[in-house]
């Protein structure tokens, strides 16, 4: 199983980075799939959930209206659109698979830095 991340790396304030998470080795379709991020000195934190199906979808309050979470089950990758980006969504930013019903994620990804700064 694999989840591996890319696209991220240093933007300003106001910029603009679009996330991309390969899978591979398990049903990527029978998966939830989340994006979250983890700050230093921060907890962990759920940015945001796309149903297997790809009908629906949720957002952390911090990100609403700015980030897109959608997925492409053919390709089996998930992405996460990031505009409008604050010094405050500064985090490494992992994405994961869940069965539906789960709270826990079964797999990760490694994680890509995203940096905002000017």
């Excluded at 199983?1 to 790396?9: I, P």
């Excluded at 049903?27 to 959930?49: D, Q, T």
């Excluded at 209206?65 to 409008?84: E, P």
């Amino acid at each position: 199983v694999q989840l591996v991340e890319s696209g991220g790396g240093l933007v300003q304030p106001g910029g603009s980075l679009r996330l991309s998470c390969a899978a591979s080795g398990f049903a990527f379709s029978n998966y939830v799939m989340s994006w979250y991020r983890h700050a230093p000195g921060k907890e962990r934190e759920l940015v945001a959930v796309i149903m297997n199906a790809g009908g629906s979808t949720n957002y952390a309050d911090s990100v609403k209206g700015r980030f897109t979470i959608s997925r492409d089950n053919a390709r089996n990758t998930v992405y996460l659109q990031m505009n409008s980006l604050k010094p405050e969504d500064t985090a490494v930013y992992y994405c994961a698979a869940k069965r539906r019903g789960v709270v826990t994620p079964a797999y990760w990804g490694q994680g890509t830095q995203v940096t905002v700064s000017s």
